[in-house]
């Protein structure tokens, strides 16, 4: 009776977990192959997606948007260090390329992010939280469990 009953809220969650969609976009490692004087053909291969709006246009160009995605990194709180951690999808950008009356790339721009330099401090540690009660639950706990078999 039981089985059945984990067995069908296990297809129950299975079936009604969630369905997110996110714009066409590229990466940044295809961005960084983009160069000056390439064909917009050339730049929608390396990108792997068409334009996502039209921004501009004038009587000697085209401003196109695309959308790419940053690379970030998420570590492990009790094995933070600088350099490691496993890469995750970060936020999406904007990319902006003109292009002249010939199709050719002549401006490749994205948004600035604002860059915060203060570094919040908050009032409760949660960080610190955690390591404390993994420590105990580590090295406490079962040293009470066998003194108390013991005695």
């Known amino acids: ?50 334009p996502y709006d039209l921004l501009e246009r004038t009587d000697t160009s085209t401003v196109y948007r695309y959308k790419y995605r940053l690379t970030n990194v998420r570590r492990v709180p009790h094995a933070q260090k600088r350099n490691s951690g496993m890469e995750t999808d970060g936020r999406f950008r904007d990319l902006y390329l003109s292009v002249n009356l010939d199709n050719e790339l002549i401006v490749i721009k994205t948004n600035e992010e604002p860059v915060n330099t203060e570094v919040e401090k908050k009032k409760v540690d949660v960080l610190a939280i955690v390591n404390i009660v993994s420590d105990f639950i580590v090295v406490t706990l079962p040293t009470l469990l066998v003194y108390l078999s013991i005695n």
């Open 1 to 50: 009776m039981i089985q059945r009953l984990i067995f069908y809220v296990a297809i129950v969650i299975t079936l009604s977990s969630c369905y997110v969609t996110h714009p066409r976009y590229s990466t940044i490692d295809e961005v960084m192959q983009l160069e000056l004087g390439m064909h917009l053909d050339s730049a929608n291969a390396i990108l792997q997606t068409g």
